[in-house]
């Protein structure tokens, strides 16, 4: 992979031309030093003609969803021989504590903080997930992991054994561990009860709205996070659409449709979007480029952008409401 770093909308942006065989399907994720709000770097890769959207996002352990949101106008089956796709692994961390693992479900990515020592500096690996249909959400909350299983059976819930009879495909009981098992080969179960964190037989579907309520992962990731992560770690479980971040002294705004039964909480998008910048900036002046500050909730792209430095004017002295009245409320999922 041919490599070189540029600026953009003050990010700095890892530039990549994948080439035959020179990326890792399946590989797994990163871990990034924590310097700021603001972790990782945009790739901006190549595709093979034989590539779908897929294909690349799982290389690239990203989720189907975001590299969407991320690359709109290109075909998620067809890109095309050597068609630029960006791989949105840049991120503004979630406002949450920086400890355990963290998920925010409509960014669909699960963030594990490991523990340091001493003036070790502070380090996150990211992943990304699947998360609940509308009629089966994924539950927000603090919880704890409470056990570990490798090779999971399968109990499958009275409620989804109904659903799939239904459908023509009645389920077992049981469901052993195998290929079959939509558990994958490692489950990690949740305080929650009937939820947990797992792999999957069906690796396409990851970065989508497809289970019943748990937490889904590729199969090198779960493993990762198996083998990693200790009985009694935190969990969080965050809804957040909207992140705000400082890093470098400038601030970032990264934007995520939110989940459709959610409609009601985030109808203000812009009065929103204000009250979290001023959150994050309490006590300090800044300065704001409104029309980026539009852009980025306009696009939602899942990519921060630069929307404000430190130093200038209060966020909180602008006016609202003829500007959020320009912006829609269309969302992909």
């Given at each position: 992979?041919?490599?070189?770093?540029?600026?953009?909308?003050?990010?700095?942006?890892?530039?990549?031309?994948?080439?035959?065989?020179?990326?890792?399907?399946?590989?797994?994720?990163?871990?990034?030093?924590?310097?700021?709000?603001?972790?990782?770097?945009?790739?901006?890769?190549?595709?093979?003609?034989?590539?779908?959207?897929?294909?690349?996002?799982?290389?690239?352990?990203?989720?189907?969803?975001?590299?969407?949101?991320?690359?709109?106008?290109?075909?998620?089956?067809?890109?095309?021989?050597?068609?630029?796709?960006?791989?949105?692994?840049l991120y503004v961390l979630p406002d949450a504590p920086h400890h355990g693992i963290v998920v925010n479900v409509p960014e669909?990515?699960?963030?594990?903080?490991?523990?340091?020592?001493?003036?070790?500096?502070?380090?996150?690996?990211?992943?990304?997930?699947?998360i609940g249909r509308q009629q089966w959400t994924t539950p927000h909350g603090v919880t704890t992991i409470v056990a570990k299983v490798k090779d999971p059976n399968w109990y499958p819930p009275e409620s989804i054994r109904e659903e799939h009879a239904a459908q023509g495909d009645p389920l077992p009981k049981i469901v052993l561990a195998g290929p079959d098992n939509p558990l994958g080969a490692f489950a990690i179960r949740l305080g929650l009860p009937g939820y947990l964190i797992h792999?999957?037989?069906?690796?396409?579907?990851?970065?989508?709205?497809?289970?019943h309520g748990c937490i889904r992962m590729y199969p090198k990731d779960i493993e990762q996070v198996?083998?990693?992560?200790?009985?009694?770690?935190?969990?969080?479980?965050?809804?957040?659409?909207?992140?705000?971040?400082?890093?470098?002294?400038?601030?970032?705004l990264e934007v995520h449709p939110h989940l459709v039964e959610d409609d009601d909480i985030f109808r203000d998008q812009f009065s929103h979007v204000v009250e979290l910048l001023v959150a994050k900036t309490v006590g300090r002046e800044v300065q704001l480029n409104w029309g980026d500050l539009q852009n980025a909730i306009l696009e939602k792209s899942g990519i921060p952008r630069a929307v404000g430095v430190l130093g200038?004017?209060?966020?909180?002295?602008?006016?609202?409401?003829?500007?959020?009245?320009?912006?829609?409320?269309?969302?992909?999922?």
């Open positions: 992979m041919r490599i070189q770093l540029i600026d953009h909308l003050g990010v700095k942006v890892l530039i990549g031309v994948a080439l035959a065989g020179a990326i890792n399907v399946g590989s797994v994720a990163r871990t990034f030093n924590i310097d700021g709000d603001l972790v990782g770097e945009v790739v901006l890769a190549s595709s093979l003609k034989a590539d779908t959207l897929s294909d690349l996002a799982r290389a690239y352990d990203q989720g189907y969803l975001e590299m969407r949101l991320a690359n709109p106008q290109i075909d998620p089956w067809l890109p095309g021989e050597e068609t630029e796709i960006i791989v949105p692994s669909m990515r699960l963030y594990f903080f490991p523990q340091v020592q001493g003036s070790e500096r502070r380090k996150v690996v990211t992943y990304p997930i699947s792999g999957t037989n069906r690796p396409y579907g990851i970065g989508m709205r497809v289970t198996f083998r990693t992560v200790a009985i009694g770690t935190a969990v969080q479980i965050v809804n957040q659409p909207y992140k705000v971040g400082v890093a470098h002294n400038k601030i970032y200038g004017v209060n966020v909180s002295s602008r006016g609202l409401t003829q500007i959020d009245e320009k912006l829609p409320t269309e969302r992909l999922y």
